[in-house]
């Protein structure tokens, strides 16, 4: 398996696992209504897994591009990252699923990213302090 792919494989993986999730038909998912249950299993469950989509995706980027820009690779991260957020529910809402599109699923999606985010790079501050300086 090429070192590209590698790097990426669990991203991949992850993603597959939200369009599988997000594109069930609606019979299998129970109904959330308004904003007030934004913290509903529903957008709980959102929240959930576009976190780790992101820190999937932070973590493939900077093993794939270790000398890279930080800021080249958070804006590719954010850009996949929400344009899949934003391609799930426009499919809900297009194709005959028996689900229709929400912006507060949208918006738990956000909210997941930059949780991912926000982890992520915590982590990673953690991490560089620990290193021994040379």
């Known amino acids: 398996m090429p070192a590209k792919a590698r790097n990426f494989l669990p991203s991949i993986i992850w993603t597959a696992v939200i369009l ?3 594109l069930l038909p609606g019979n299998y998912i129970p109904r959330v209504g308004s904003f007030w249950n934004l913290f ?3 957008k709980l469950i959102h ?7 992101a820190l999937l995706l932070f973590s493939g980027f900077f093993k794939q591009y270790p ?16 344009l899949l957020a934003v391609l799930t529910e426009l499919l809900q809402a297009m194709l005959p699923l028996g689900r229709s599109g929400n912006v507060y699923d949208t918006i738990a999606d956000f909210a997941g990213i ?3 985010w926000l982890i992520f790079f915590q982590y990673r ?3 560089q302090k620990k290193l021994p300086a040379d």
Not at 47 to 53: A, D, G
Not at 67 to 82: D, E, K, P
């Open 67 to 82: 000398g890279r820009n930080q800021r080249y690779i958070t804006g590719m991260v954010l850009a996949f990252s929400i």
């Open 114 to 116: 930059s949780m991912g």
């Open 20 to 22: 599988v999730l997000t």
């Open 125 to 127: 501050k953690k991490k």
């Open 40 to 42: 509903s299993p529903d």
């Open 47 to 53: 929240i959930f897994l576009f976190s780790v989509l």
